[in-house]
């Protein structure tokens, strides 16, 4: 069903709906409606994924499902509470905790969810299954089930429940319980093979090219990209090392897992003297580079500066760092903090932050940024007039939900402050078409007919919007935007009338020609097509 957005934004442009509340909830028993949802994500190939309670005779009144698919009518069915659990015993089915699935850009999906049974060793227990396409789900792994490639009789205690998934295989960070494990060894990160699940590495291992005796551990923001390498960071422990040297950023490369950046360490780009001392924000692409956010100063004594580095697992680059001229700023504008950085597979980043110097205030210090290390451009900035809105309606900071996809376009939410700007209508949804320019995707207070009836409207009034932010989950893409530009996000309306999932095609590239090849080599190349109007930013 194609919908319409009634706004008087020359930017709106036609939706198509995905599902709605009301509607029958595709492969569940008849007369089974959905209920409610959560905030969608989407693959490449436009295919929405969604958690959804659902409703009717069948089922009872709040049982939850995963589904996949461009519109009801070709959406298929992931998994639904009560239903027979794959790769268990029978009797044994998806209890009532079923997670929100995480998508990878190929349609892979990741979930997890609890069990019920009355079979020994399974009641209580929460899996993790992975579906590739049209295949059954595959269980992974399951709390309470053997931990693969420990020790005999380790089972699982606990692993995340949202974990990345990319290239056919999901990788997680993991506790186990049993003989002789402690404090020190209970945390590893386990990956999907070909052979089934392996253990990459464990707390307290001693690690190729690390000081004997010096090993890793509390794994956290744990990426994996096609080729199936993780990248992490986490803390070390060992002979010789102390407060100032304990942390680390780990990276998976053709030699194995590499240390490519450790506190203690001078931080490249910066001031003599000035070291890394603690890491955050990990996030891995498919040509094998990480970037990662940082603490840095000088240790001891002196107050710690955030900054943005990516790695190829050779040399370590400067994004940007508190303190230094912000980019597409007026001179002496300054970055008085960076927030967690977006990859893509072209080394382009994305980041929000605030600014300070003069001229600079809280109604216009914060900016959002993207393009490559060395070469950033501002996407938006607070205090700047919005784009597909009444003149004098500027962003109001909060850019949240940030997402970066493979052509260098950009989508985020922002808060709204001006004339006629109240809380029914402060928030819209924006992104970036291939040329760089910012288009209104969706606001609160726009009218949308949900008719499927050309002759007949069905006007509904969007209460709030929901976009997935990928930094939610380090996986590619796991968020509201796909690397053709599409856009899945979350309506709710006013007055108990409803709520949608819908996907835009706003920004979205057109299906691939000669010349459409060519524009968009040129995009993801060339930041000057990117730059935009960057003169109302400043």
Not at 23 to 34: D, E, I, M, V
Not at 55 to 73: D, H
């Amino acid at each position: 069903m194609t919908l319409q957005i009634c706004t008087t934004a020359t930017t709106a442009g036609k939706l198509r709906s995905v599902a709605q509340i009301g509607q029958q909830a595709p492969g569940a028993p008849s007369s089974t409606f959905f209920s409610s949802f959560n905030t969608p994500v989407i693959d490449n190939h436009g295919r929405v994924a969604f958690r959804a309670f659902v409703g009717g005779p069948g089922v009872g009144t709040t049982v939850q499902g995963i589904w996949l698919g461009q519109s009801t009518q070709d959406s298929d069915l992931i998994v639904l509470a009560g239903e027979q659990a794959s790769g268990v015993p029978d009797g044994v089915t998806y209890g009532p905790g079923i997670r929100s699935p995480t998508l990878s850009g190929d349609g892979e999906i990741a979930f997890s969810a609890s069990l019920t049974s009355n079979v020994q060793g399974f009641s209580g227990v929460r899996g993790l299954w992975r579906r590739d396409g049209d295949s059954n789900n595959r269980l992974v792994a399951g709390i309470g089930l053997p931990a693969q490639q420990t020790n005999n009789n380790e089972v699982f205690r606990y692993f995340d429940s949202s974990v990345p998934v990319a290239g056919g295989r999901v990788a997680f960070i993991g506790t186990t319980e049993g003989p002789n494990v402690t404090d020190e060894n209970d945390m590893g990160i386990w990956r999907e093979q070909s052979q089934g699940l392996s253990l990459v590495i464990r707390e307290g291992a001693q690690l190729a090219g690390a000081p004997v005796g010096v090993t890793p551990g509390d794994f956290r923001d744990l990426s994996i990209n096609k080729a199936g390498n993780v990248a992490f960071h986490g803390f070390l422990t060992g002979s010789g090392v102390d407060t100032s040297s304990h942390f680390g950023v780990w990276l998976e490369g053709n030699q194995g897992i590499e240390l490519v950046a450790r506190s203690g360490e001078q931080a490249p780009g910066a001031s003599l003297g000035v070291s890394f001392l603690g890491f955050d924000s990990t996030v891995l692409n498919s040509a094998g580079e990480v970037a990662f956010q940082s603490f840095v100063g000088r240790f001891p004594g002196n107050s710690s500066a955030t900054g943005i580095w990516v790695s190829d697992g050779r040399r370590l680059s400067l994004v940007a760092l508190e303190g230094s001229q912000a980019a597409g700023a007026n001179p002496g504008l300054i970055y008085s903090s960076v927030g967690d950085p977006l990859l893509n597979d072209s080394r382009q980043v994305a980041f929000a932050g605030v600014t300070q110097g003069t001229g600079v205030n809280p109604t216009n210090d914060e900016f959002l940024w993207s393009g490559s290390d060395g070469d950033l451009v501002v996407v938006a900035r607070e205090g700047g007039q919005a784009p597909g809105v009444d003149l004098g309606v500027a962003f109001a900071g909060g850019f949240t939900a940030i997402s970066l996809n493979a052509l260098g376009q950009t989508a985020f939410t922002s808060q709204l402050t001006g004339p006629g700007v109240d809380d029914t209508n402060d928030m819209g949804i924006w992104a970036e078409n291939l040329a760089g320019e910012l288009k209104l995707i969706a606001r609160e207070g726009d009218q949308v007919d949900i008719s499927d009836d050309p002759t007949t409207e069905q006007l509904r009034t969007i209460r709030s919007l929901s976009l997935a932010s990928q930094t939610d989950i380090q996986t590619e893409p796991s968020t509201g935007l796909n690397d053709r530009g599409e856009i899945a996000f979350l309506a709710t309306f006013i007055d108990g009338t409803g709520q949608g999932v819908f996907i835009s095609s706003v920004v979205a590239v057109p299906e691939p020609s000669g010349a459409t090849l060519l524009l968009i080599a040129i995009a993801v190349s060339s930041p000057l097509l990117r730059r935009g109007n960057l003169a109302s930013y400043r």
